[in-house]
């Protein structure tokens, strides 16, 4: 249990919930309950306090033990009694809609679990066609095995005369709605793919490379640049749905430059599904630029969930090169020289860290500060030099063909 403390005004004040497993430890569990509160934020809510709770597995019924549950209910009543009105407990997990519904009931607010939140961010950040599509498919895809759960109170067609006929209930007249809707929505996000598979076709045989991370990591921010483009960028999660693509031209070497949704661990299944085309640009990649916040305390663990996911997508043989980012927000705390404890990440130097990362990646590595553009150019003379070896095994007869592209970056539809 941890008290959070914010200064802004959001539109919902929210409780969070999280457990401490034999799978998931209280650091782990901390670190996605902070997550999750940043989530939380950037869906516009205000992550009032968390509660934790150990236990082996989840309560199939409450997710937490009774006694924790009465804990929260307890808290949402004094905050209430206090003019401090709180209208949503958010959980660190999917729930079921058994437990939904029994949260609800004991606790009188209204009830997410970090799936619906997220899809409500990805709903809130999509501004294109293809993106709200996208969204919408994941949206119907969560909802359709929680119906039954939605319609309990809901009691079956009685039969005899008079009452013969199709004898549905409620939930299966919407269930056979969702999946006729999300029939049509994969139809439609087929015929946007194909679109776009054409548009990557006429792009030619230039080189392309696809910007990856974990959300906010500074992706969107190198975008902007490198192509001297005004792509939306911000420090909340998922600023960036709709892949951008962008010609940019260093040293007269022209190349592809897109930037695509950022990664998050525990990102639902079914919008993982409906963006696989969205990820198609990196699929179709030459080269890969992992950015990564080093200022970051699990910045390790969020290269493992980039890279695992690259892995389903199998593309973790393409040529990569490791963006460390955000040196300048950068902070660590020397150990004392009697203390004989193993180093932890708050212990370790970033000339340390470059060493380390350095020896192991050779000159596939970087060290930046888009914020504050330290390094830009060295970044520059590594991708140009990344990008030039690509480029002249695809044109070795005409190393120079590219001068005869305009200098200025220029949007790709």
Not at 140 to 161: A, D, F, S, V
Not at 169 to 189: A, G, N
Not at 265 to 294: G, N, Q
């Amino acid at each position: 249990m941890g008290q959070i403390v914010k200064t802004e005004i959001y539109e919902e004040k929210a409780v969070l919930v999280g457990l401490i497993t034999p799978q998931q430890n209280e650091q782990k569990a901390t670190e996605y309950i902070n997550e999750l509160a940043f989530l939380a934020e950037t869906a516009g809510a205000y992550p009032q306090k968390f509660f934790l709770q150990k236990l082996d597995n989840p309560n199939s019924n409450f997710f937490v033990g009774p006694g924790k549950l009465e804990e929260i209910k307890n808290y949402i009543k004094e905050q209430a009694e206090n003019e401090n009105e709180i209208g949503l407990a958010l959980f660190d997990d999917e729930l079921s809609p058994k437990q939904i519904r029994n949260i609800e009931k004991e606790l009188g607010i209204k009830v997410l679990d970090r799936t619906s939140l997220i899809l409500d961010i990805f709903a809130k950040r999509a501004q294109t066609a293809h993106a709200k599509t996208q969204v919408e498919l994941a949206q119907y895809k969560y909802l359709l095995p929680r119906l039954t759960g939605m319609w309990t109170h809901l009691e079956r067609q009685r039969g005899g005369i008079g009452m013969r006929g199709p004898g549905e209930t409620q939930i299966e007249t919407d269930r056979r709605i969702i999946l006729s809707k999300i029939s049509l929505l994969k139809e439609e996000l087929k015929s946007i793919d194909n679109q776009k598979v054409i548009q990557r076709k006429n792009r030619g045989k230039m080189v392309r490379v696809a910007l990856v991370g974990y959300t906010n990591v500074g992706k969107s921010t190198i975008m902007n640049l490198l192509s001297k483009s005004d792509v939306f960028a911000e420090n909340k999660l998922f600023a960036t749905l709709d892949t951008t693509v962008r010609k940019v031209t260093i040293e007269n070497l022209p190349f592809l430059l897109s930037d695509t949704v950022g990664f998050i661990r525990k990102l639902p299944h079914d919008l993982v599904e409906s963006f696989k085309s969205t990820l198609d640009e990196v699929r179709e990649a030459d080269l890969l630029v992992h950015v990564v916040d080093i200022s970051h305390p699990t910045f390790e663990d969020q290269i493992a969930v980039v890279e695992k996911t690259l892995q389903d997508l199998k593309v973790e043989d393409k040529p990569t090169i490791l963006v460390f980012n955000k040196i300048d927000a950068f902070t660590y705390t020397p150990k004392e020289e009697d203390d004989l404890t193993p180093k932890t990440r708050e212990n370790i130097s970033l000339e340390e860290l470059k060493n380390t990362w350095m020896a192991k990646l050779q000159e596939n590595c970087i060290f930046i500060s888009a914020h504050n553009k330290t390094n830009l150019e060295e970044f520059k003379d590594l991708l140009y030099k990344k990008v030039k070896e690509i480029h002249v095994t695809r044109f070795p007869y005409n190393d120079f063909i590219y001068q005869k592209y305009d200098e200025n970056a220029e949007e790709i539809n």
